[in-house]
């Protein structure tokens, strides 16, 4: 499972989801942590989405041990995967725990307050390491590529 799908690896197709929800999710994890209102009004959306973005986080580290399985295994993008991973999922805990606690209580106790600030650390965090991943990942596939080639090689259309 996860390996191919219609002949074609699933890896670059599923880390799209992974790149595009989770700095999404980051960013609203911020903004729902600065202000209770707005996790109360527009948390479950931050919610979904870095549900989202943690399963699909998984599904892209296991669809990428399946084609470096068939590839080789860049080990720089292989570890910052891992991390991607947990990054995500602790986001995903974070989000809910503090989404969930807002719509109990109208005030933000000390330990949500402490909460919300460990929420803000989580999502620069979770950020950090998939910039870096993607980064790696592309690196690994287009760098020796685009260091052979100059602009103009190939024409289009």
């Not at 109360?40 to 979904?48: E, P």
């Not at 990054?87 to 402490?114: E, H, I, Y």
């Amino acid at each position: 499972m996860f390996d191919t799908i219609t002949n074609l690896p699933w890896h670059p197709l599923v880390v799209h989801a992974v790149i595009v929800l989770l700095p999404l999710s980051c960013l609203g994890a911020v903004l729902v942590a600065i202000k209770a209102d707005w996790n109360r009004l527009h948390g479950f959306l931050v919610l979904a989405a870095s549900f989202v973005a943690a399963g699909s986080s998984v599904v892209a580290k296991e669809s990428g041990e399946k084609l470096a399985s068939r590839t080789g295994v860049p080990i720089d993008h292989s570890q910052w995967g891992k991390w991607v991973v947990m990054s995500a999922g602790l986001l995903f805990l974070s989000v809910a725990a503090l989404w969930w606690l807002d719509r109990r209580n109208d005030v933000r106790t000390g330990a949500m307050k402490a909460l919300a600030v460990v929420q803000v650390v989580l999502a620069a965090a979770a950020f950090t390491v998939v910039v870096l991943a993607g980064h790696s990942g592309a690196a690994a596939v287009w760098g020796p590529i685009i260091q052979h080639t100059q602009p103009g090689t190939f024409k289009v259309g």
